[in-house]
């Protein structure tokens, strides 16, 4: 088994993918919950994780919300020689962002800041940057230099410089953000990254992979392909749906124990890496968590008991003739206050909680998103 395992790491290593480890930091939640903050930061900035998936507006703003369970990032380098940040690798949005050496927020304190002085590289932009929020907004300016993820450089990337932003950020294991959704969704009418490495020759299929541990180290993102190190079976593959900027695909329903109970006559969803929960319809996570028992919170949470964690069934996305199951131990999540339900009311949106469950890749040049069993 163990040289099947190097066989396989020499695979992918000879054909040229490259690997970003990811860290599962803590959540804002939790240190937010050890400060005793939690409660006054959720009423302060409502959770509408659908807001970034809204028509644009004619002032090219890109909506944003308080996530206080995101937990992933990995670290990219910005400049010459690099300045190193801890990224969130986000599927539902296309610019790359960081805080710079001039923000005036005391959030940016807590957060690596980028020195562009410092960069023999850079060059200022001419556009500004702006991030919208419930309650307030981030703004800054633009610029290009290279990038550095793993071993491999981007050059001239376009990138947001942050000189101001909204409180909830200082409580995030991140100091930006990187997004991989399609061009379409820039902001600043840039080439996101990943575009920009493969028009560049730097990877070898015009594809990306994530394999989200539930541990604090062992999550990935593979650039250039995917990996059969990090998943059982094979990839079953889902067409996009619809012509839209983001990983959109089409569920059939939701079922338990054989019963539609969401989505049924098919529904909409967007896969993405930037949202901590699975997200749907109020009517539908309403059934959801009846099913399961679940005793609705003030802020969106159901609560469930922990102890009885084990007795709840399995929960099985029916998308393009495949079936996915998320046991309990997939979505229900435990913290200082107890256990909840991973489901959460907006618009149908696939996030961690069912990507720690399914090695998720997006190919970009087949227009499909593939989901297999993680290891």
């Known amino acids: 088994m163990k040289s099947a395992f190097v066989l396989l790491a020499f695979l992918a290593v000879s054909q040229g993918l490259l690997r970003i480890p990811l860290m599962r930091g803590k959540s804002a939640r939790q240190r937010l919950e050890e400060r005793g903050l939690f409660e006054e930061y959720r009423r302060t900035f409502p959770y509408n994780p659908s807001a ?12 944003m919300t308080f996530d206080p369970d995101t937990t992933y990032y990995g670290v990219i380098g910005i400049g010459t020689p690099p300045q190193f940040f801890k990224v969130l690798f986000d599927t539902g949005s296309s610019d790359l962002w960081v ?7 005391s959030v940016c304190d807590s957060h690596a800041k980028f020195n562009s002085s410092a ?32 071993d491999l450089y981007v050059e001239h990337q376009v990138f947001g410089l942050t000189e101001t932003e909204a409180v909830f950020l200082g409580s995030v294991p991140w100091d930006g953000i990187l997004g991989l959704a399609f061009p379409g969704m820039s902001l600043d009418g840039g080439t996101p990254i990943f575009d920009n490495m493969w028009n560049q020759g730097k990877i070898p299929q015009n594809m990306f992979s994530m394999y989200l541990s539930s541990s604090a180290e062992g999550s990935v993102l593979i650039l250039g392909g995917t990996d ?30 054989g019963n539609t109970v969401a989505c049924s006559g098919g529904c909409e969803a967007v896969v993405d890496s930037g949202t901590s929960l ?18 609705p919170g003030q802020y969106g949470d159901a609560a469930v008991s922990c102890s009885y964690m084990n007795l709840l069934p399995d929960i099985v ?19 200082a206050s107890g256990c909840r339900t991973g489901f959460a009311p907006g618009t149908w949106i696939l996030g961690e909680v069912f990507m720690r469950q ?10 499909m998103v593939g989901f297999a069993q993680a290891v």
Not at 99 to 105: V, Y
Not at 121 to 149: E, M
Not at 233 to 252: C, D, E, K, M, S
Request: aromatic share 16%; with cysteine.
């Open 99 to 105: 805080p710079t050496l001039s923000c005036t927020s």
């Open 358 to 367: 399914f090695y998720t890749a997006f190919d970009i040049g087949n227009n």
């Open 278 to 295: 699975i997200i749907g319809p109020s009517k539908d996570i309403n059934n959801i968590n009846g099913w399961l028992g679940a005793s």
């Open 228 to 257: 059969p190190s990090y998943y059982t079976g094979g990839i079953n593959w889902i067409p996009l749906y619809h012509a839209t900027n983001f990983w959109n695909i089409q569920i059939q329903s939701v079922t338990i124990n």
């Open 317 to 335: 996305f029916n998308i393009n003739g495949y079936s996915f199951s998320l046991p309990p131990s997939a979505y229900v999540m435990k913290s």
């Open 119 to 150: 960069s023999s590289t850079f060059q200022a932009g001419v556009n500004p940057f702006y991030i919208s929020y419930n309650s307030g907004f981030v703004a800054g300016s633009t610029g290009y230099d290279s990038i550095k993820i793993s």
């Open 52 to 63: 970034k998936f809204l028509p644009r507006n004619e002032q090219s703003v890109v909506p």
